[in-house]
């Protein structure tokens, strides 16, 4: 059954008619539009070392009607004085009262405010939020303000229309200490001193932005200026581009600001529009929530993603290539053009994911960007699975289910399926797609069915591709296809059977269908032919037009561009697999995917699965060669009592991949490639973690060791290992040196600002198999002032990862669970997981529903990742079942 969302057309029809909300009806999605914004005059007061802020907001709007009623947005706010100004100057008084946990906040008019165009003033206080809205870090003893309004914060920080479709230009100003600097989304206008060490900064009109892409920074921050991007075919002035950092850190940034105006060049020519604003600053946040915020004019990050230079670690400098081109995509797709409602957050978030890849492919080829979009659709296909899964075009009724847009499905699968039909429409065809709609509807609101109708009209057959692409995004699931080939016709023709992939256990019906833009690839002879078409329902035959002989192989996604799962029949495997040094990178990768979701939906045993993994790990492509890995780990935790045969089948699953470890070495060569470092830290820290190699361990052992100084009187070397490799090192070595090792690695968190560093010793300390030592690391979390609450969940996720850690982890997050949500909102949704880890019983399932059911109700994400970790234990339970008794057995050498 599908949930009912009127069109914004037939909403506003509703509104503008009838007033779709009566007057004492809290509207819990969508505003009415009773009274629509047109500007809104900003001015905040803000001094970084008080723990509460004041301002004013004055918000010119248009009154579709005569109303005492007017519906805002406002949460934690104390209201000091509101009054809507009529036209004429008269002023109406207003009583504000918060409506709904959501932050819906009531202002009734003390008599009818008449139609037409009226001020609403608001004069307000409000304290700084945890990681969200305004908020306040003091990473090294200074305190500076930041802000993250996505998705909710904005109503915690000034009352406003806080929702996407409420898009007007702002004027912002900053009243803060003199000696302070302030940034915000526009060029700075004017400064003013006001005395008593207090000073007004104004700053230039913004573009309409909605509220939640409305960002600020106060604070004694470094300015680093950044080379400007220069003009070009589609800008005749340079941009203005600054790198904004914690005191003394701003030198830091050289290698991203060095690296940003590429992207911003890049992407400019990808949409054949010039960059949307006046100026770029990237701000460097000590702590934030997220990876970084695509706030017009003034994106935030993560500190260590703008930190990176050529040393870096590999994860850590692509980290900043693929952050930043995300974010800056963003300033096109979700700022210039802006979602109506959450349901679309696909738009921003999707877009941006398969643009950054592409766009980082295009300028770091070596990266292999393609791979990673790939990587992350088959990813997303772990929750796709899930009965409770969300769809990537997700109704949102409710604002709890805000923050559960923001996840796998949204960013990958969505990802993944704009690949696809780039794959099937055309590279160019896709592309001025994608320019019509932006140039349509800039500075405004889209749709997904904008989006959608923009690129199937480049195409040969708009009808089936628009079909298509909305089968996708409106519908949960995995397309399975079960395929044959029939040659005994004329003309050889695959024979499908389409239905939702399941793995074993599963409540959903596999009773679905899509239009898949199905690419095949085959052996004819000896010539290779592609071919391309959707398909539909649920059988159908396609038939290879090309062929003049029985194709000796089929590979049924070609280059793996289809979001979708294939099973053969056994000859059609068999021949597959003797071909496999014939696939291209990533066929060879959805060839290994199609036998490990085999292996999950239980069409597969797991002496089968085991036997595959030696040809996978003989692959070129890192994430191939590493294919099937966590399978092991299950194995070994669930299905082995017997603490012999579980020594003996570590041993055997490590000699699969001790070839390739072996072939890499565990030092850096030079002039290697970055996927070889890449794979090397994949193996180290599996061998060291999963398989508890004592080869590999007493090498990261040593390795740690120096690190920490422990044999040289405590002196932190913190480049004594590489470092790909530092934080496997630091790891090892708490697990193995015990308290001395555990106290040095405290020691030098304390000392250090480096948020790289510093995740890394956290880990470390979490990850201690010592219950006095675990008790030690989980304290650090309440110590004042010592944690960003970024660094929650690394102290304390290790521990999860150690059945005899967890009983203990559980009673602590059971004990601490209100003061934990938080610190960690909006991500207190994770505590659930964390409690979670390792249950896979039914009995399990039903007590974490039971324990969690009231407390994830009104947090944001929370019933929904509560609902997906009770089914996830359910279906261990089920695959355990399943599999008890049955062989493990590797193949034989």
């Not at 008084?93 to 008599?111: C, I, N, P, R, W």
């Not at 990266?367 to 796709?384: C, K, Q």
């Not at 009187?713 to 290992?721: E, F, I, S």
């Amino acid at each position: 059954m599908r949930l009912f969302r009127p069109t914004l057309l037939a909403s506003a029809l509703l509104f503008a008619t009838g007033l779709a909300h009566a007057a004492d009806a809290v509207p819990k999605g969508p505003l009415p539009r009773t009274v629509v914004p047109s500007l809104v005059k900003l001015e905040l007061k803000l001094d970084p070392k008080q723990e509460r802020f004041s301002g004013t907001t004055r918000i010119e709007a248009k009154v579709a009607e005569a109303t005492d009623t007017i519906w805002m947005h406002g949460r934690d706010l104390k209201i000091a004085k509101a009054e809507a100004v009529l036209a004429d100057g008269k002023r109406i008084a207003l009583t504000g009262q918060e409506a709904d946990v959501s932050g819906v906040l009531k202002f009734t008019a003390a008599e009818k405010i008449p139609a037409g165009n009226a001020t609403i003033e608001i004069a307000f206080e409000a304290p700084f939020g945890e990681l969200q809205g305004a908020y306040r870090v003091k990473p090294d003893g200074r305190d500076y303000v930041v802000t993250q309004m996505e998705p909710l914060g904005a109503r915690g920080t000034f009352p406003g229309f806080d929702e996407p479709s409420f898009k007007q230009p702002w004027d912002i100003t900053l009243i803060v200490p003199e000696g302070e600097g302030a940034f915000a989304n526009s060029a700075e206008a004017k400064t003013e001193s006001l005395g008593d060490g207090w000073k007004k900064v104004t700053f230039d009109r913004t573009e309409a932005l909605p509220s939640y892409l409305i960002a600020f920074a106060v604070g004694p921050w470094d300015v680093q200026p950044g080379p400007d991007i220069a003009p070009n075919q589609w800008r005749d002035t340079p941009i203005k581009l600054r790198g904004i950092a914690a005191k003394d850190q701003g030198k830091k940034m050289t290698y991203s600001l060095a690296n940003t105006p590429a992207i911003v060049t890049a992407l400019e020519d990808y949409f054949g529009i010039p960059y949307p604003f006046d100026k770029l600053d990237n701000v460097a946040a000590p702590d934030f929530w997220a990876g970084a915020m695509e706030n017009a004019g003034l994106i935030v990050y993560r500190d260590s993603l703008m930190f990176p230079d050529e040393k870096s670690a590999v994860g850590q400098r692509q980290g900043f290539w693929g952050v930043s081109a995300h974010e800056l995509a963003h300033q096109w797709f979700g700022d210039l053009v802006t979602m109506e409602w959450w349901d679309d957050l696909w738009l921003n978030e999707a877009f941006a994911t398969w643009m950054g890849n592409k766009i980082t492919g295009q300028l770091q080829p070596q990266f292999h960007t393609d791979r990673g979009i790939l990587e992350g659709g088959l990813g997303a296909m772990g929750a796709d699975s899930l009965a409770s899964t969300r769809r990537i075009h997700e109704p949102i009724n409710d604002f709890t289910q805000i923050q559960s847009a923001f996840d796998g499905i949204t960013y990958q699968k969505g990802g993944a399926v704009l690949a696809m039909f780039e794959n099937y429409v055309g590279e160019e065809q896709f592309r001025d797609g994608v320019r019509n709609y932006l140039k349509k509807h800039a500075r405004g609101n889209a749709t997904s069915a904008d989006l959608i109708a923009a690129v199937a009209a480049q195409s040969k057959e708009p009808q089936a591709v628009d079909a298509a692409f909305k089968s996708y995004i409106d519908q949960p699931g995995v397309p399975f296809l079960k395929i044959d080939l029939d040659c005994s016709g004329k003309t050889p023709a695959l024979v499908l059977q389409q239905q939702r992939y399941l793995p074993i256990g599963s409540t959903a019906s596999a009773n679905q269908t899509w239009g898949i833009p199905l690419a095949v690839r085959y052996a004819d002879g000896d010539q290779i032919r592609e071919q391309k078409g959707i398909i539909s329902g649920k059988q159908a035959r396609f038939e290879l037009t090309e062929a003049q002989s029985c194709p000796a192989w089929v590979m049924p996604n070609a280059h793996g561009a289809g979001y979708y799962r294939f099973a053969l029949t056994p000859a059609l495997q068999q021949s597959l697999s003797d071909a496999f040094a014939k696939l291209d990178e990533r066929e060879q990768r959805v060839y290994a995917d199609s036998v490990t979701s085999a292996y999950s939906a239980g069409a597969v045993t797991p002496s089968q699965l085991l036997a595959a993994l030696p040809q996978f790990a003989g692959a070129e492509v890192r994430q191939t060669a590493t294919a099937g890995m966590n399978n092991i780990g299950w194995m070994e935790e669930y299905l082995i009592d017997d603490e012999a045969q579980r020594a003996e089948f570590l041993a055997s699953a490590a000699e699969i991949y001790r070839p390739r470890l072996q072939q890499l070495g565990y030092t850096l060569k030079d002039g290697e490639s970055d996927d070889d470092r890449l794979l090397r830290t994949s193996l180290i820290g599996y061998f060291a973690g999963t398989l508890k190699d004592n080869a590999v361990r007493d090498e990261m052992n040593k390795a740690g060791r120096a690190v920490l100084g422990l044999d040289a009187g405590g002196k932190l070397n913190a480049d004594a290992v590489s470092k790909d490799l530092r934080g496997i090192a630091l790891s090892v070595a708490v697990e193995e040196g015990g308290k001395a090792a555990f106290d040095a690695a405290e020691k030098h968190f304390r000392g250090s600002q480096d948020a790289v560093l510093r995740s890394q010793l956290l880990g470390a300390l979490g990850g201690t198999n010592d219950a006095k030592l675990a008790e030690r690391a989980r304290a650090l979390v309440f110590e004042k002032d010592l944690l960003r609450r970024n660094e929650i969940f690394p102290v304390v996720f290790g521990q999860a990862d150690e059945p005899a850690m967890r009983p203990a982890l559980r009673q602590w997050v059971d004990t601490h669970f209100s003061d934990l949500e938080a610190k960690l909102a909006p991500a207190g949704a994770g505590l659930v997981n964390l409690y979670a880890a390792g249950m896979c019983s039914n009995e399990e399932a039903a007590t974490l529903e039971s324990k969690f059911a009231e407390r994830m109700k009104n947090i944001e994400g929370g019933p929904l990742e509560l609902k997906q970790s009770v089914e996830g234990i359910r279906l261990c339970a089920a695959a355990k079942d399943a599999r008890k008794g049955q062989p493990l057995q590797f193949a034989r050498k």
